[in-house]
């Protein structure tokens, strides 16, 4: 088995989509409140990287295995990066401008690691909601 088949993760429509969403999660979040709790920017900043940098290490699997597993510990970032953007502006450290924007962002990005994870396992992934 081949892993994603993508000499550059560059290349990846959804590399790019990730880090366009990490850049502006990163520039969102510099704004949160110094007081804010549990360190709140801090973990929005680590889930995108880590979003991003799973989707890079899924070109580099030595099998389709290997990059399944990046694309769903992508997913999982997502998912993680869903409720901390909730909360994030429930607490109103985002105005309703960015919070449109980095969910629909994050839809888009959410999206297409279904459709990468679908072209692996031909497995749909229901769960990926506006």
């Known amino acids: 088995m081949e892993n994603l088949g993508v000499k550059d993760f560059r290349n990846l429509e959804v590399w790019e989509e990730a880090r366009s969403l990490t850049l502006k999660f990163h520039w969102a979040s510099s704004r949160f409140p110094k007081d804010q709790p549990e360190g709140l920017s801090t973990r929005v900043r680590n889930a995108c990287i880590s979003l991003w940098a799973n989707i890079a290490e899924g070109c580099a699997g030595k099998d389709v295995n290997e990059s399944i ?9 997502a998912a993680e990066l869903e409720s901390l953007l909730q909360v994030s502006a429930e607490l109103n ?5 960015e919070y449109t924007d980095l969910r629909e962002n994050l839809i888009e990005v ?6 990468l994870l679908e072209k692996f396992t031909g ?3 229901s769960d990926v909601k506006n």
Request: aromatic share 4%; proline share 0%.
């Open 123 to 125: 497995q749909k992934k």
């Open 110 to 115: 959410k999206r297409m690691l279904s459709a």
């Open 93 to 97: 450290y985002l105005n309703k401008e």
């Open 69 to 77: 597993h990046c694309i769903r510990t992508s997913m999982d970032m």
